[in-house]
């Protein structure tokens, strides 16, 4: 899948490249290349409908303003970048086919949870996937930034995001070394599961290079593998990251940590070296693909790890 | 009574196998071996026994919560899950962490039982209007009731981003289970005693209003006892460990089809026979895939159903 997304990236920059050399002949057609094959897009695109928020906080970071979003799950973190003038297009699995027709956009954008869209709005709209694979996070928020660099005229702001990412990941990565292995949790109404190496935030074990305190896990769409609190007894690891779905119940903050502030969590090294991480949950969650919500979380773990 | 000890002991059996099966290594030897600041009692203390505890505590509650919901509706196929009593916990535990996510889990079991009475209430008006009380018709006119309250509950869920949630108080699970956490269960079996104490009583008003209050009892105070027990029963699971179904179905059917009908010699049976069956589908959910979990409600609807078609399908047999 990594080798496959490599070509298409390749192929993308071969297109662009060519692209560039005859752009000054006629009205530019842009070819991209995304998942689900090939959309032509007429210059740069100026009405722009986005379905996905990891997506809207790449467009947010390359500065480029959008004018559809989704009508949920907004990031806390993304608030004050949505235009208060947006219009809404469905939710973030549903989108609201009459309302994008409707808007005329120049492009539309989906990933991830919205990618089964792309089927029936490719026949409206000009539509671009940028789902990105778990495994392959990094990789993938920069093919995905080269490639909203390209679409929207703005390359050079594209390769500045992605040396600061580089930049922060090689940051992080140096302050992990020899710091021993850690577990990712996510908790959700009282009960625990574990996030491995092909999660949504595997970048910690496969990009940082924490190694996992746990042999084996199958990364499930939501929870991961459901666990007892003497499993993490067990595992016992050095570093615990914590994903707090119970944040979006209002419970606020507190719900995970009073959940792992028990007789058994504490007795865990992690715990006793006060070395338990909360990550920021909606981009952990929701916006995990995107730059700024990754680098939110690579900010995290690193305070963490140099406390 | 002979039989009954011996349901007893094999519940027992499991109970104490429970206690020896999970991630830690907490075995006899172990425990012999070690000091009581070790790992292995400290394990035993803190997760093991409060894990114990309480699957016998929900699965007998659950079971008799099924049975007093048949004996008081007439109808063999309802249970608090199918008449809308769970649902409407469920309801009003959603409502109350939305509003008031601050309370302490009491306040808002209350808030659920609350609910719950209400949405069982809801079933009996809407039953009695039902011109002809068809074995069938009132457990259907249940589960569609139940799917209302339901689909009103996801409404409120999904436009407050709650999904994931829900499906997590849906999901019977005792892996969270710890010293402290789980003592509210303890009021479920102050619920099977009442039900235990009053057991006559059910099994009177079920004859119906003339012939109980022919016998000398307010048939609406017994009824509502009973409602009492089911509603504050399944508030009582459902905020502790989530929703387990089936149990207050199957538990009690079997249980019938062994040893009748008459409600003071059933309850001891379905207690024991319902905490066994928990217990026993726990264990599974805890081997079968290690050192993850499989949650209980998952084993118990799997089990659960095929039992239950076997029921009804004998039950066709010997009647044909």
């Known amino acids: 899948m990594q080798h496959h ?38 210059g740069v695109p100026e009405t722009v409908l986005v379905q996905d928020w990891a997506v809207f906080d790449n467009l947010s970071a390359l500065g480029v303003e959008v004018d559809g979003v989704p009508s949920s799950n907004a990031p806390s973190y993304l608030a004050d970048q949505i235009p208060a003038d947006a219009i809404q297009i469905g939710s973030l699995f549903e989108p609201d086919f009459e309302g994008i027709a409707a808007a005329e956009a120049d492009i539309y954008l989906v990933a991830g949870r919205s990618r089964t869209a792309y089927p029936t709005a490719s026949e409206i709209v000009p539509t671009v996937d940028l789902s990105i694979d778990n495994n392959a996070i990094v990789e993938g928020v ?24 580089d930049a922060k990941v090689a940051e992080v990565q140096a302050a992990a070394e020899d710091k021993g292995n850690a577990l990712v949790l996510v908790t959700n109404a009282g009960n625990i599961g574990v996030y491995g190496p092909d999660s949504r935030v595997s970048w910690i074990y496969n990009e940082i290079g924490l190694e996992s305190a746990m042999t084996e896990v199958e990364d499930g769409d939501h ?43 504490n007795q865990t090294s992690a715990a006793k070296q006060d070395q338990i991480v909360y990550l920021d949950p909606q981009a952990a969650y929701i916006t995990m693909h995107g730059y700024n919500g990754l680098m939110l979380m690579l900010d995290e773990v690193l305070a963490g790890l140099d406390a | 009574m002979r039989l009954l000890l011996l349901a007893l002991a094999a519940t ?93 889990l009491m306040a808002k079991m209350l808030v659920a039982a609350v609910f719950a009475l209400a949405g069982t209430f809801l079933f009996f008006r809407v039953i009695a209007t039902v011109p002809a009380r068809d074995v069938l018709l009132v457990p259907l006119v249940g589960i569609m009731l139940s799917g209302i309250i339901g689909a009103v509950t996801t409404f409120f869920a999904y436009r407050y981003g709650l999904l994931p949630t829900l499906l997590a108080w849906e ?17 479920g079996l102050v619920c099977a005693v009442v039900a235990y104490i009053a057991a006559d009583r059910f099994t009177v008003a079920s004859m119906g209003e003339d012939f109980t209050t022919n016998l000398g009892l307010n048939h609406q105070q017994v009824m509502t006892l009973g409602l009492v027990v089911v509603a504050l029963i399944s508030a009582v699971v459902l905020v502790s460990v989530g929703i387990i179904p089936f149990l207050g179905l199957v538990v009690p059917n079997v249980i019938s089809l062994m040893i009748g009908d008459n409600m003071r010699r059933t309850v001891p049976w379905v207690a024991v026979t319902g905490a066994g069956f928990v217990v026993a589908c726990d264990i599974v959910g805890r081997v079968i895939r290690a050192p993850y979990e499989i949650p209980i409600s998952v084993v118990v609807g799997v089990i659960g159903s095929i039992v239950f078609l076997y029921l009804l399908l004998r039950t066709r047999r010997s009647a044909a």
């Open chain 1, 5 to 42: 997304t490599r070509i298409s990236a390749f192929a993308a920059a071969l297109m662009a490249g060519a692209l560039s050399m005859t752009s000054l002949v006629s009205a530019q057609e842009t070819t991209i290349t995304h998942a689900q094959g090939e959309t032509t897009i007429n």
């Open chain 1, 142 to 165: 920069k093919t995905n930034l080269t490639k909203l660099g390209e679409i929207f005229d703005a390359e050079d702001k594209a390769a500045e995001l992605i040396s600061n990412l």
């Open chain 1, 223 to 265: 929870g991961g593998d459901s666990v007892s609190f003497e499993y993490i007894l067990e595992m016992n690891p050095d570093w615990l990251f914590v994903i707090d779905r119970d944040a979006g119940v209002g419970e606020s903050t507190g719900a995970a940590a009073a959940l792992l502030d028990n007789e058994l969590v």
């Open chain 2, 12 to 104: 027992l059996a499991l109970a104490i196998a429970s206690l020896f099966v999970g991630v830690s290594d907490v075995s006899i030897g172990a425990l012999l071996s070690s000091s009581p600041d070790d790992r292995p009692i400290q394990v035993l203390l803190i997760s093991r026994i409060p894990r114990t505890l309480s699957l016998l505590l929900a699965g007998s509650s659950m079971a008799i919560a099924g049975l007093v919901m048949q004996i008081i509706v007439r109808n063999r196929f309802v249970e608090p899950g199918t008449v809308g009593t769970t649902e409407s916990a469920l309801l009003g535990f959603l409502i109350v962490t939305m509003l008031a996510p601050g309370w302490p």
């Open chain 2, 171 to 187: 999901v019977g699970d005792f892996s969270g289970v710890l010293r402290g956490r789980y003592e509210l269960l303890w009021i």
